[in-house]
């Protein structure tokens, strides 16, 4: 998103645009057309410059209106020649007849387009969602990407599909149903202005002022910033008008910044009825009437450089709908295209614009249709053409040696460069199946051109090794490489089409000889010389990779090395003669060895001083990426000139291009470490090259392999080093043009699918029986692959008891043309290397060897005795020519060696290895001597042998299977033994609660009642805690220092009725809690304890380091005191100071004989009043005692404490001072445990003993916390606070507008009553509370009278709304019939609305008093009413209530009645509430990205592209990133996610972005962090940003796994986590969202 201002362009333009007109069908008017054009001309010349040059500051939309006003509705009414609607009616009805439609919809940018992997031509035919969806593909192997804009729908294109080329709904047989195609036309008039930024005459208006205007252009260089600075301070305007300038700019591609838009000037209607079509292209293609004029779109394909953004679109979708839409049109216009190619091509490479806009994008819609392809050769050269193009454009990079040198070469120029290659590589895409004379000459005339471009690349960039000094400048490398990987395809390509034709193979590899030959560069500086080794003589020209310039670019070599494999494939080869000399093989090995050598070099160190570029070419040279068509060639290459040349020969010739002869043949020698060690490394590289030339065998036509047997190979090797994704193995293995990889048709026969968990992804394993196929020196292998991969067989193998040599695998067979490679495995000088290997380690002089370098050679003594075993096993003796020399003195010494080798201590990890080749040797020498004369003997002996082996395995087996059964039987032993334990116990188990009742009954100890006179005793208090900081120990006491505990803060939607809206009815807020539970404010902790002072030094501490890290503020909000916890990480906000349980042990039934319910109301509720004070009295008579002291610390902590709820739970600055400090701090302690149950009801667990034991200490923490609130403010309030509450239920004198029993959620009211009761015990001087029972009193009132109120409420929630005079005498009757125990209503439905009630209330009360509760309810997660009533001291059957407490009912009826006219004013929520959950997502993922395809923004009405995201919490789509749905946010311009997420989750946001498939987690303005979709493909893995494009499908426990983050509170503190490991450099601004 880049912009600039271009200077040439200062001037107005209205008409530099074409101008469309809209005509219509009917050939007459083709006829007439040029009368249309006289009749019309003067007309808009009048008109134009009236509409667009005039005004000053038009209004949006005047424009268009004008336009469509006086435009072009006059035209259309001269040639409909009737009211235009009328014959636009007419016209609809002439289609429909009309069939075999295609539907060419045209993609905007980021719309979902699908393609099948199985039907598709080339992958680059697509279909849109709705064609898709209507299609038999759907149920094929499908792809979905976004689209980058351009292009259209090949829905309907036979050539483009195997099978299944329509929809239903394109589909020519059912296309007499279709009446919903919008139609028009489209014979559209167009001009194009030239070059002239001048108007002519006509078009000049006549007033002159005012009509010139600067006019911004879009371009790829400023961003969008550094724009809106620029605009902000040329045009004095704001920063939003600037934004608003900017965006248009890129979406229009300019925009004329004093005056308003004329974009939409052209109303292009797409949809075209055939017959229009018809017209328009034989218009558009016709010769212009002046000869030397091009025809119409000729001229429109060369001023595309010279439009802006918009007008371009509006062409090339007229040319997708009309021209492209036919057959035969398309075909004159592909001929067109070509004839131009290069010219476009050219003004492509100097436009500013991307590719998408460029008219040069459409060859994709051309190249690749088979049929046009092929004709595009035959008559257009187009081969030829576009290779000529490149060429001429990389001209200025070529040498003085006709090589390409790209040093200092222009990235952007080279990078619109090698967008050509893409059009070469269409036109290859689907090779003839039929090759007629003038395609044999065409394509060979191409490929004439394309070896001379490749004769540029052959040995371009040569390196020379740097002695001595570092290079300087690293080289120029990347162009190079990044043309090899554009030519990685096309190279193939051209082989492929080349062996679809036996004379086209031939006369290819005569001209690709010719080439090569006639490439001259490095040449040899010196005459052959003669070299001497084993009695074999190598005449040779002297060459040193380490001393003369190489180059790892050899495109002809290797072209030529493909074309030969494939001669070979074919039979061709047999023909070779009469089309080219007797090939020089030494001489074409040449080159290739030479870069092979490189590579080992580079391996072995020698080339450190030319810096990281070399490193990176080997790396990409054997890479996945590349290899193909660079190593893999060279080998082959390696591997013709073994099968040709004398086995002696081709490793003398080796030995001296790895400049090792002279060390093989003792003719030098080094003390230097350094040089000894390059030797080892080389030796080393050198034997592997060996390995690899005999042993890699997988090339169809290099042995009988097909296709799919290399890739099955790839994949068995890759599983190999252990167990893999589906994306890992694609992405290692190579892709072909069409981006498959053939995975899928082998992965099941070699591997087994591991199902992924909750998070992770799925993995494949590899099969047991594909391991024998396992070779340690696989070719692909990196290094690092190479010993992981070493390493987990062996592991394994030690695992399964077996030994652990790493045989080579038997190979499969060479094809003829290669068998004689395998005498390299016999050959003198191949014995000899061996021998000097072996006899170095034999005599152990350990820096003249290495282990690695043993192991290869061991290898390949394995390699040439298979070879002969298979050998000599498929045939007689006599036949077998391949001889190891087993029997000879060269096998005895090789027998020797490895004898004594065995003993070495060093070599001891090659034990195995040496003791298999000892075994084959004695196999090999058995076979061989089978058919001799002591034939009997050997048999016997090789069986023998056999024999000694299996019994081995079977001693292995047995003694394997022994230990498996001997554990087995000590498992059984161990559960019976437990069994019977619980059998012979079960007695005495069942016994011990009987006796110890009988011997207890008195002991009220054991009471499991938490509330009123019966109350059991606290046994639940803290233990001595350990600080996490400092390892001490401490008891937590009153008057201790204090004990912290760390906590997090947070405002909360999770339990809310009424989502989306976040405010609370004004006025009783915070202290009255609304049913809807709107907003809570949730305090978590994840159960760390610390000691205050140790706390507060870390948090300094932290404070301190932070604020100098980058971008700390994203991860942790230093200003509002967050911090992460010392142990775990998790993000907390505050801490809550640990307060010892009160204690309570005292009986107290008595009392209840004089203290009834009715008295406490009178008590409690005239305690206000002046005249109770004496009243008030009595009570304490019924006990008070001294408040508990806290020490300084803990008083401290209290206060950070309250201070934080009370500051993030109402956005608020911070204020102790507030009176709604402790009502915070008892909303926060309510809204936890309710948050609490929902979470426990959720997961189906108890209420109790499930939960972990940092949720019950934070809880049980945070409880007391509460509890303790009422001594740090002042008594006044908090009495205060008790009347206001208290008046809900009862009257209470002096008290106004309390909001009735529908208007509060009553466990709030429970835990505030609750907890502010004591404060009126206080008195002015002494500090006193409630004595233990009074306490118990207090809750067992206040719970009996909120429980009765609470179940009126839910009563009344289960009515319909009610006209007011009935709901009193409803309310009345109610309360009558309940207090006379008469219940004629849903008995069931009020015990279920209650019960959330009840449980929340048990969960407060055994943290508060800390009574154990009844065991039942930690066993079952089903609700146990009974039980719940009884721990909380309630009558089992609820309605009792209103029995027991009848006199008591009509001091509430009086209560209720006074606001019966305020009742039902407000929602009535029903009971139980209902749980929230995350929305219902979709399976298919293809679903919802439909849904987002038909998303439109509701404050934009443009088609650009979008980012519908969805949120979780509540399902709504939003537009997101996007400057059109911005909103603000407390004065600041946020995205409306944010936005979203602050009214829908308080600031939490859980969302996700559908085009990208990734969630989204939002917390607080700034801070967010991506996360993976719930969304698995079928290999268990997800997709981010869709770039694999698999389909997808809902995975239900990551699903629940995202519900639980958030119903638990835990998006943030992911958040902060996935942040912390990030790191991030660059911010992602997440408030934009
Ligand atoms: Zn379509
Ligand atoms: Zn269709
Ligand atoms: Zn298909
Ligand atoms: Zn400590
Ligand atoms: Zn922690
Ligand atoms: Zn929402
Ligand atoms: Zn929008």
Redesign the pocket.
Known sequence: MIFGIKEKSIIFDPCIFLFLAIATDIPVLLMTGFVVQDTYDPLMYLQVPLIYCLETEPQQGEEEQKVEQRLLYPLECFLFGEDPCVGLQKLQQYNSSSSAQQ?G?VFKEGETVYSCRDCAIDPTCV??I??FQKSVHKSHRYKMHASAGGGF?D?GDLEAWKSGPCCSQHDPGTSVTMETVQFIFSYRYMLVWKETYELSEELKPKVKEDTYFCVLYNDEHHSYDHVIYTLQRALACDQNQAQIYTALIDKEGRKAVKRGTLSSCFVLVTGCVVGLREVFCQVALEPAADNNQLCLISRLMLHDAKLYKGARKVVHELIFSSLLMDTEFKRQFAMKFTEHYKQLQEDFISDDHQRNISITALSVQIFTVPTLARQLIEEGSVIKVIIDTVMDMMMEHLDSNNRFQFQGHNPDKFFRVQVIFHDLRYILISKPSVWTETLRVKFLEGLRIFLHFLCCMQGMEEVKRQLGQHVEVEPEWEAGLTLQMQLRHILAMFQDWCSSDERVLLLAFQECHRALMSCTNQPFRSEPTDSYMCKQILHARPYKVSEEPVSIHLPISRLLAGLYVLLCQTGAIQYLPDFVDPLNFTELAEQPLRCVVLAAQVCADMWRRNGLSLVSQVYYYQDVKCRDEMFDKDVIMLQIAASKMDPNHFLMLVLLRFELFDIFNDNCSSKDQEVLKQWNRLTEEMLYLIIIIAGERYVPGISHVTKEDVTMREVIHLLCIEPMAHSSLVKSLPENESHETGLETVISKVAIFKKPGVSGHGLYELKKECLEEFNPFFYHYSRPQHSKAEEAQKKRRTQEGSDKALRPPVPPPFCPAFSNIVYLLCCDIFIHILKRIFQKAAEDRSNRWTEPMIQRALHLVGQALLEEKTQLEGSSTEEVTFDFKTGSRHGKSLFHFLTKMKSLPSLKAQNDMIMWNLQMFEVVKCLREKSGPVASFSVDHSKLEESVQDKEKAERKRKAEAAKAHRQKIMAQMSAMQKNFIESNKMLYDNVPESSSQSDTAASVDSRVAVGPQQGVCSTDWEAQICILCQEEQEVQAQAPAMVLTACVQRSTVLTQNRGKTLSPKGTYPLFMPPDLAVGTHTGSCGHVMHATCWQKYFEAVQNTTRNRLHADLIIDLENGEYMCPLCKSLCNTVIPLIPVEPSNESAEIVGQHLTLERWIQIMSYNNSEKSQAEFRSILSFGVQESPKFSRSITEMLGVCANTVHRVGLQTAPNDLCPYVPVMSWNTCAYTIQATDNMLQEEGKPLFGSLQNRQLSGLKALVQFSAAQRLKSSQAVIQKHFADMLAVLVPVPNVENTPSILEVDFFHLLVGLDLSIPALYQEAAVDLQPSAVSSAYNHLYLLHLLTMAHMLQVLLSHRKRLPVFLLRSLIVSLFLRLRAGVTGFCVEGVKRGVLPFLRCAALFFNCLTGVPPPEELSESPESQLHLLCSYLSLPSNLFQLFQDHRDVVTTLIKRYKSDINRMFCHLVFRYPHKRNRLIDLPEDYSVLLNQASHFKCPNSSDDERKHPTLCLLCGVMLCAQSPCCQEQLNGEEVGACTAHAAICGAGVGMFLRVRECEIVLMASKTRGSPYPAPYLDDYGETDPQLGRGNPLHLCPERYRKLLHMWQQHCVLEEIARSLEVLNVMFPFEWQML
Do not use: F, N, V
């Open positions: 539907c919809r279909l849109c709705e064609c729908c829905c």
